[in-house]
C-alpha cells in the first residue's frame, strides 16, 4: 500500500489491529507521514459535523399525491400511444380488407352465375318478377371476364341496368334500353368498348323492355319480357 | 420491599398465538408483501419508517431541502412503481438507496450547477452569519470556513466519488450494504471509497490553503 493511501486509513481508521499497530509506530516517527494523517483524521471529523441536516418535512399525502399523478400519467401515456397508433392501425386494416376484397373481387371477375343473379335481383330488384324468370337463364360455359361496371350492369335488374347503360354511354335526349340501343344511339362507340359490348349482347339472356307506353292502371312505364336481346329490335 | 404491579390488559385476536405475529406482520417484507397486494397504508408505513434514511442521503447528494425532498418522493413512487421487483434476498433500505443513488446521479449534476451559480451571487457573506458551537468566535469562523470548504469540495466532486463519501464517511453504510447498493464486490467498493477520499483530499486543500501532494 502506498505511504498516501496508508495515511487515508490511518486518519479514517479502517485498519485491522495489526496495522493499526505498524502505522502508529510510524505516525511517530515520521512527521510527514503524521502530517498526512492527520490532515485525513481531520477531514473525517469535519464530514462528521456535515450530519446535521434540517428535517425531512415531506408528507404522506404529498407522496400519496405523487404516486397518484404518476399512475394518471403512465395511463394517459398508455392511451395517448394507442390513440396514436389508432388510425395507422385502422389504415393498416382498410388496406388489408381492400386486398382481400380486391383479391376476391378479382374472382368474381366471371359473369355472376344465374343464381348468384338471382339472388341479387331478389334484393334489388323494383319489379316484381316471376320466381322462374331468372332460373330459366342458359349456364355459362365459359366464362367471360368483364370489368367492375360490366359486371355491375350484367348483374343488374333490368330497370337498373337500363339506367346504369344510359350513364355509361350517355346520349343527350336518348334513352338506352339495352347495349343495342348503345351502338344504335352511339355510333362512335370506340372499338375497345365495342368490343366489350359484342359478348354482352351475344350472351345476353332474357331481359324486360320497357316501351314508352304507360300502363294505364298505375300509370307506369309498361314491360315486356323477352328471351333475348338478339331478338328485339331498338328504336327511338 | 413492596412492589407495585400494573396489571395490563391486551386483547388478543382469536388464534394469534403471540406478539410474534404483530412482528411479523410489521416486518419490511411483510409490509412489501401487503403493498404488492394493493394495501397502500402498509407502503405508508415503510414510506413513514424509511424517508428519513433516504432524505438524509440525498440532502447530502444535494444539499438543499427541497431538492432533496423532491428526490424522496421520487424514490419512493419509483419503488412503490417497481414494487414486484424486489427480491428479498436484498434489505427494502439498500433496495431504496440503490433507487437513490440511480436517481440521485442527475439530480446531483442538477442542483450541483444551481448551486454554483447561488455561491457566486452569494459571494458567501452567508458564512459571516453562521452560528458555531464553540465560544470563541475565532474557532466558530475556522470551524465554519473548513466546513465550507468541505461543503464545496465534496460538491465538486465527480458524482460517482461524492456518491461513496457520503454513504461511507456521511452515513456510515458498511462495506457489504455499499457493495450492494453500488452493485461492485466488497472490495471494490473500499477501493472507490479510498480513491474518493484521496480526490476529495486533493479538492479540499487548495480551499484551505494547504499544499496537495
Same mark, same amino acid.
Given at each position: ?141 365459359? #366464362?367471360?371476364?368483364?370489368?367492375? $361496371? /360490366? &359486371?355491375? +350492369?350484367? *348483374?343488374?335488374? %333490368? ?12 346520349? #343527350?335526349?336518348?334513352?338506352?334500353? $339495352? /347495349? &343495342?340501343? +348503345?351502338? *344504335?344511339?352511339? %355510333? ?49 | ?213
Amino acid at each position: 500500500m502506498k505511504k498516501r493511501d496508508q495515511a487515508i486509513q490511518y486518519g479514517f481508521d479502517e485498519l485491522s489491529d495489526d496495522e493499526m499497530q505498524t502505522l502508529q509506530a510510524r505516525y511517530q516517527s515520521d512527521p510527514e507521514f503524521a502530517k498526512e494523517a492527520s490532515r485525513y483524521r481531520k477531514i473525517k471529523h469535519d464530514l462528521a459535523s456535515m450530519r446535521d441536516i434540517p428535517e425531512c418535512q415531506l408528507s404522506v399525502d404529498r407522496l400519496r399525491d405523487a404516486i397518484f399523478k404518476s399512475e394518471m400519467k403512465s395511463r394517459r401515456g398508455s392511451l395517448g400511444s394507442s390513440i396514436t397508433w389508432a388510425p395507422l392501425g385502422t389504415l393498416a386494416f382498410a388496406a388489408l380488407a381492400w386486398f382481400v376484397i380486391g383479391k376476391t373481387g378479382s374472382n368474381e371477375g366471371t359473369v355472376a352465375k344465374p343464381t348468384e343473379l338471382q339472388n341479387i335481383v331478389a334484393k334489388n330488384d323494383e319489379v316484381v318478377m316471376p320466381p322462374d324468370f331468372l332460373g330459366e337463364l342458359p349456364a355459362y360455359s365459359e #366464362p367471360y371476364h368483364a370489368n367492375s $361496371s /360490366e &359486371r355491375i +350492369i350484367e *348483374a343488374a335488374t %333490368p330497370r337498373k341496368r337500363r339506367v346504369l347503360l344510359t350513364r355509361r354511354f350517355a346520349v #343527350p335526349g336518348k334513352q338506352v334500353h $339495352s /347495349e &343495342r340501343d +348503345i351502338v *344504335a344511339l352511339k %355510333p362512335d362507340v370506340q372499338p375497345h368498348e365495342q368490343e366489350h359490348l359484342e359478348p354482352l349482347v351475344a350472351k345476353s339472356g332474357p331481359v324486360v323492355v320497357i316501351s314508352d307506353d304507360q300502363n294505364s292502371e298505375n300509370g307506369a312505364a309498361k314491360a315486356n319480357e323477352v328471351e333475348t336481346t338478339s331478338h328485339v329490335v331498338f328504336g327511338g | 420491599m413492596m412492589r407495585n404491579s400494573v396489571r395490563v390488559n391486551v386483547h388478543m385476536p382469536a388464534g394469534a398465538s403471540s406478539l410474534d405475529h404483530l412482528l411479523e406482520g410489521d416486518s419490511d417484507d411483510a409490509l412489501v408483501r401487503r403493498a404488492r397486494n394493493g394495501d397502500f397504508l402498509a407502503f405508508e408505513r415503510l414510506f413513514e419508517r424509511y424517508r428519513t434514511l433516504v432524505y438524509r442521503y440525498a440532502y447530502q447528494m444535494a444539499p438543499r431541502r427541497d431538492d432533496a425532498e423532491d428526490v424522496v418522493q421520487e424514490v419512493f413512487v419509483r419503488a412503490y412503481q417497481n414494487l414486484h421487483r424486489y427480491r428479498d434476498e436484498a434489505k427494502f433500505t439498500t433496495w431504496l438507496l440503490r433507487i437513490a443513488t440511480n436517481l440521485g446521479t442527475d439530480r446531483a449534476r442538477m442542483s450541483q450547477r444551481r448551486q454554483n451559480l447561488e455561491q457566486q451571487e452569494a459571494g458567501g457573506a452567508l458564512a459571516w452569519m453562521t452560528i458555531g458551537d464553540v465560544d470563541d468566535p475565532v474557532q466558530n469562523l475556522e470551524a465554519e470556513r473548513r466546513k465550507e470548504a468541505l461543503r464545496k469540495a465534496l460538491n465538486a466532486l465527480p458524482v460517482h466519488h461524492r456518491t461513496v463519501i457520503v454513504l461511507r464517511d456521511l452515513e456510515e453504510r458498511e462495506y457489504p450494504e455499499m457493495a450492494e447498493i453500488l452493485g461492485c464486490t466488497v472490495g471494490g467498493a473500499k477501493l472507490r471509497v479510498l480513491r474518493a477520499r484521496r480526490a476529495l483530499r486533493d479538492r479540499i486543500a487548495p480551499l484551505i490553503g494547504e499544499e496537495n501532494r
